[in-house]
Nanobody, 121 residues
Framework: QVQVVESGGGLVQAGGSLRLSCTAS????????MAWHRQAPGKERELVAV???????QYADSVRGRFTISRDKTGNTVYLQMNSLKPEDTGHYYC???????????????WGQGTQVTVSS
């Protein structure tokens, strides 16, 4: 079992910044990649940023240059630094982690419950 928990959302004015955190815990052998997705009301969930083990972050065109994804030294926590926020960044932000569990090295893919980001104009 692998649990994923996000934090750091909130209400911010346009042009402001927020930093989201996501920690995966449980029976983890290795995390291959962690990603942030978001879903706005009435829209489909979309990939915002992803970071793979040993790699650099990759971003959706809509956030490139404004958002930065990073992982801590343990590799189990990922951050999303969001600068120059726009009202269209409003949505529920979800963290997704995938890799191998410590139980027979089986694969896992786990979502968190998400955290709300609201950007006012």
């Amino acid at each position: 079992q692998v649990q994923v928990v996000e934090s750091g959302g909130g209400l911010v004015q346009a042009g402001g910044s927020l930093r989201l955190s996501c920690t995966a815990s449980g029976s983890i052998f290795r995390i291959a990649q962690m990603a942030w997705h978001r879903q706005a009301p009435g829209k489909e969930r979309e990939l915002v940023a992803v970071i793979r083990d040993g790699g650099d972050g990759q971003y959706a065109d809509s956030v490139r240059g404004r958002f930065t994804i990073s992982r801590d030294k343990t590799g189990n926590t990922v951050y999303l630094q969001m600068n120059s926020l726009k009202p269209e960044d409003t949505g529920h932000y979800y963290c997704f982690a995938e890799g191998r569990t410590s139980i027979a090295r089986g694969p896992f893919g786990s979502w968190g419950q998400g955290t709300q980001v609201t950007v006012s104009s």
